[in-house]
């Protein structure tokens, strides 16, 4: 088990934070720290507006960062498993981004 | 175009759902969901159901779904209403069925202040729903409704819930109705087309595999990849398994088939299972029911998963080649390329396997035969009612059915060869699902046989639906496998508990059937004897425009056999009460 970083594109919705902190007490995952703020500068994530075709406004997104304790195969689960939520636009480990079902090889959050 | 229409949102609500294309709704009125009731009235494209229970109504709804692949609809009153709904939601979840719920919720400014009949709907269901919506603008009402019917039957199909407050849909307030040709969700989109790349590796395990075994599920079913998979197993000739939830996906009576698999699979498709080379996943899970101990699971093959859901795949057993997409499309793009390989591909090479096969068949065996020694002298047995069935109907049938030991015996012995006509809880494993399921699937097929093999258990869980049924004149057969215990508990206390049969026995406090079924204005028929029950069926199935409830009393001590033996592997079965693997 080690500690690990995960980031969360989401939309800002009502309801959307708590289906994500949900979603870690339903499968059995533990949340160590948690962190979530509107976001005002779209500039980091400009390829998520390509990729989606999509042009992000003022107050629609969040970004969610949570530090979780967990094992390598469980990290791919959790990633998989919070990329299904619908108000999820993105997650990303250290090392992967789930882009809407598209895996790109790196940390882009 | 003219001016657009003026609508309160309960009208702007049904006229969504009329251009959604539903024709049904199941529901239960009440003080919070009034205002759309109202529109009900006074409209009538669409019928609605009044069921006598809201589980009856989910459940209505999600016997309508699997039996179309349309989604079904429900429509509950806020509190107790939303609540009771709950169980259904679940079931349909579990087994990803494409279900929109709509619930009445308090008025906006009542929210958050414990008013009468209040709950957070949207809480309550979260974790047993694909996703929800709560209608805060009444303005958004069609294009909510769009998402949520988009959402509820792309992908992994689920269950969508839409609470609207009451005073969203005040007749007073109108707005302008125009219904969305699309549903826009920019952080959805699942995938349809597999890659190239996973199909070709695919191709090649698929040719040269020597022990391969398609395991075909539910996912297939939601797919309607039927005749890609037939014509798959056309070209590679491989024997066939399907999960609970995939039965009919591939016809029963092929040869190639080998029953289903798992907790109570047949001996030769566990076996097959376990002694592959090649397992290729068809929208199939790797559920428990499924795999037994799965660090012991089939421990030379390697792993094809065909999927449409990210998290189902190497999420309990590893895959080695994961093929994201349709179902149906990625199956399609197999064919193709397989269709281009076909002289290097011989099927001659999998007759060792297929003798293989033979012989567990032929030693282990279920005996497909066994209504043909019956005599009075022997209590009545579950699996030989389930045989007279099939050949009273003649294989037929749409057959629902609840939860235990029937449920088992009806996936056994009732050979389903098209898929979408067995229509059963197998994941959350819900009592009490078999008459409104069966309910719903009459609605959509009036004219089709439709029968609920249940058991004196379950069916107490729903039986209010009787009344549902001569209300809307449903013409369903009941077949009560009735043992006068909870018989899957009764079992496991057999094999687990040293016998001792704790709760699982009324204690003579049956009801009699017959006059239930009589008060409700059904036909009753009670059956004890061998020697009147093929009879006794015949009868119930020639009163075609009757609701007939067939109470059968069969052999108390009997068990569902082949059964897993807990935290082995597939191999390991207990195959009578005295005789395991």
């Given at each position: ?109 | ?46 019928e609605h159901i009044l069921v006598r229970h809201e589980q009856g109504a989910t459940h209505a709804a999600d016997g309508y779904a699997r039996s179309t692949g349309k989604p079904g609809v429900v429509l509950v009153t806020s509190g107790p209403g939303a609540t009771n709904a709950i169980t259904g939601i679940a079931t349909a979840f579990m087994d990803s069925i494409p279900m929109v719920v709509i619930s009445g919720q308090v008025a906006s400014h009542l929210i958050g202040t414990d008013a009468f009949q209040e709950t957070d709907m949207i809480g309550i269901s979260r974790p047993v729903v694909k996703h929800s919506y709560c209608v805060f603008d009444a303005n958004e009402i069609p294009k909510i409704v769009k998402e949520a019917f988009h959402v509820a039957t ?428």
């Amino acid at each position: 088990m080690i500690k690990r970083k995960l980031t969360l594109i989401m939309e800002n919705k009502p309801g959307a934070l708590v289906r994500v902190v949900g979603l870690f007490h339903q499968r059995g995952y533990n949340i160590e720290s948690l962190h979530v703020d509107p976001v005002d500068d779209f500039t980091p994530y400009r390829f998520i507006e390509e990729q989606l075709e999509t042009k992000f406004k003022e107050n629609e997104i969040s970004r969610l960062t949570i530090q979780t304790l967990v094992s390598d195969s469980l990290m791919r689960q959790i990633l998989r498993q919070l990329n299904k939520l619908i108000d999820v636009i993105a997650v990303s480990n250290e090392e992967t981004t789930y882009l809407k079902g598209v895996l790109l090889d790196e940390n882009l959050l | 175009m003219g001016t657009k229409l003026k609508l309160s949102g309960a009208d702007m609500l049904m006229h969504a759902l009329h251009d959604e294309g539903v024709e049904l709704i199941f529901g239960y009125p009440g003080g919070a969901a009034l205002h759309i009731y109202d529109a009900i009235f006074r409209q009538d494209k669409i019928e609605h159901i009044l069921v006598r229970h809201e589980q009856g109504a989910t459940h209505a709804a999600d016997g309508y779904a699997r039996s179309t692949g349309k989604p079904g609809v429900v429509l509950v009153t806020s509190g107790p209403g939303a609540t009771n709904a709950i169980t259904g939601i679940a079931t349909a979840f579990m087994d990803s069925i494409p279900m929109v719920v709509i619930s009445g919720q308090v008025a906006s400014h009542l929210i958050g202040t414990d008013a009468f009949q209040e709950t957070d709907m949207i809480g309550i269901s979260r974790p047993v729903v694909k996703h929800s919506y709560c209608v805060f603008d009444a303005n958004e009402i069609p294009k909510i409704v769009k998402e949520a019917f988009h959402v509820a039957t792309s992908g992994r199909p689920g269950p969508v819930v839409i609470d609207i407050p009451k005073d969203m849909t005040a007749p007073d307030n109108l707005f302008e109705y125009e219904y969305p040709k699309k549903a826009n969700i920019r952080s959805y989109n699942p995938p349809i087309e597999p890659d190239e790349n996973q199909i070709e590796r695919a191709v090649t395990e698929l040719m040269n595999a020597k022990r391969p075994v398609i395991y075909a599920g539910g996912g297939a079913i939601a797919s309607n990849a039927e005749e890609e998979l037939f014509r798959l197993n056309e070209i590679l000739d491989a024997p066939v398994t399907n999960t609970l939830m995939g039965l009919g996906i591939y016809p029963a009576t092929h040869h190639r088939f080998l029953g289903m698999l798992g907790m109570h699979g047949t001996y030769q498709a566990n076996m097959a299972m376990h002694n592959a080379d090649l397992i290729i996943a068809i929208g199939a899970r790797f559920d428990d029911r499924i795999t037994n101990n799965p660090s012991k699971f089939s421990p030379g093959a390697k792993v094809i998963h065909f999927d449409v859901d990210h998290s189902s795949v190497s999420k309990i057993i590893e895959a080695n080649i994961a093929v994201f997409g349709q179902v149906k499309n990625s199956l399609s793009a197999i064919i193709k390329l397989l269709e281009t390989k076909l002289d290097q591909y011989n099927k001659d090479t999998l007759q060792p396997w297929h003798d293989q096969i033979k012989n567990w068949k032929s030693s282990h065996g279920l005996n497909y035969e066994l209504y043909k020694d019956e005599s009075d002298e022997n209590p009545i047995l579950p699996q030989a009612v389930v045989q007279h069935v099939y050949n009273i109907t003649e294989g037929k049938a749409y057959v629902t059915s609840d939860v235990g030991q029937h449920q088992m015996f009806a996936a056994q012995y009732y050979h389903f060869d098209e898929p979408r006509k067995w229509i059963n809880s197998g994941s959350m494993g819900t009592m009490g699902f078999g008459l409104p399921a069966a309910m719903g699937v009459k609605f959509a097929f009036p004219n089709e046989e439709v029968l609920c093999i249940t058991g004196e258990g379950s069916i107490q869980m729903c039986i209010q639906e009787l009344s549902t049924c001569l209300q809307y004149n449903l013409p369903i057969k009941i077949i009560n496998i009735n043992n006068e215990a909870l018989g899957m508990v009764k079992q496991w206390q057999d094999m687990n508990y040293g016998g001792r049969h704790s709760q699982s026995t009324y204690q003579n406090s049956l009801p009699d059937f017959v006059k239930l079924a009589e008060s409700y204005g059904h036909v009753g028929i009670k059956v004890e004897k061998n020697s009147e029950l093929k009879s006794a069926l015949e009868k119930a199935f020639s009163m075609k425009d009757r609701l007939v409830f067939v109470d059968v009393y069969v052999d108390p001590e009997e068990h569902v056999y082949p059964m897993l033996i807990a935290n082995h592997s597939l191999e390991d079965m207990w195959l009578s009460k005295d005789k395991k693997t």
